[in-house]
């Protein structure tokens, strides 16, 4: 089984990520919020319209009805597309009431007294900057911004991002010698797949000029793996 892992949350994952904590707070190393807020957004009123609009209608209609189907289209897009179009309308519509109704859980998760990241891109346009540095300095913690970024900045700075992480988990006990693979278009024809200590992640994903989509995968696991 797992030993103590590091919780690791992005943008509504961090909603869930600080659930986690606060339910099985013994079961976690550490706590990372990255790119999310302290609780869900009820001013996020699109979100209403798309759960009333798939009452009535599939995910490969909402896709239409937004405006997605006009974008450019490239590889990662349409990746995203057949993503989207074979998802349950079920889980997006959940989805989208969490992001607008979750409550706080802020004080709850600074009581479980675990070691705790808050990181956000320099220009994420989700939860208000100002309220996610208030949830930092509710933690206790200094929020780290990682700039020239948004509200993904493994897209938009892969390499900043893995230094970011790295550092967070080292910082918080794991050793920089732990193996790592960072494993590149997943599945497909054009899949590579990496392999460096936690310490040499940032500099591996700026030489190797690693793009999304593609995971990091830490721990032990990855020495067995091919």
Not at 114 to 130: F, K, M, T, Y
Not at 144 to 169: F, V, W, Y
Request: charged share 20%; proline share 6%; with cysteine.
């Amino acid at each position: 089984g797992l030993d103590r892992p590091h919780l690791f949350g992005h943008s509504f994952g961090g909603l869930v990520a600080q659930r986690a904590a606060v339910e099985f707070p013994a079961f976690w190393s550490s706590l990372t919020i990255f790119c999310s807020g302290p609780h869900g957004m009820p001013q996020w009123t699109l979100l209403a319209d798309d759960i009333h609009y798939l009452e009535e209608h599939t995910m490969a209609d909402l896709w239409v009805k937004n405006g997605e189907s006009q974008k450019p289209g490239n590889e990662v897009g349409s990746l995203k597309q057949r993503r989207w179009a074979s998802s349950d309308k079920r889980s997006l519509m959940t989805h989208a009431e969490h992001l607008m109704h979750e409550p706080s859980l802020v004080s709850r998760v600074a009581a479980t007294r675990l070691p705790i990241n808050v990181i956000r891109g320099e220009n994420d346009d989700a939860w208000p900057h100002v309220l996610q540095s208030q949830m930092a300095a509710d933690l206790g913690v200094e929020i780290q911004i990682i700039s020239d970024a948004g509200h993904c900045p493994n897209e938009d700075r892969p390499d900043a991002t893995a230094e970011a992480i790295a550092e967070k988990l080292i910082a918080d006990g794991l050793s920089p010698e732990m193996p790592v693979a960072v494993i590149e278009n997943a599945t497909r024809q054009n899949m590579r797949v990496l392999r460096t200590p936690l310490a040499g992640l940032a500099a591996t994903v700026a030489g190797q000029r690693v793009k999304s989509p593609a995971v990091i995968v830490i721990g032990e696991v990855t020495v067995s793996s091919e």
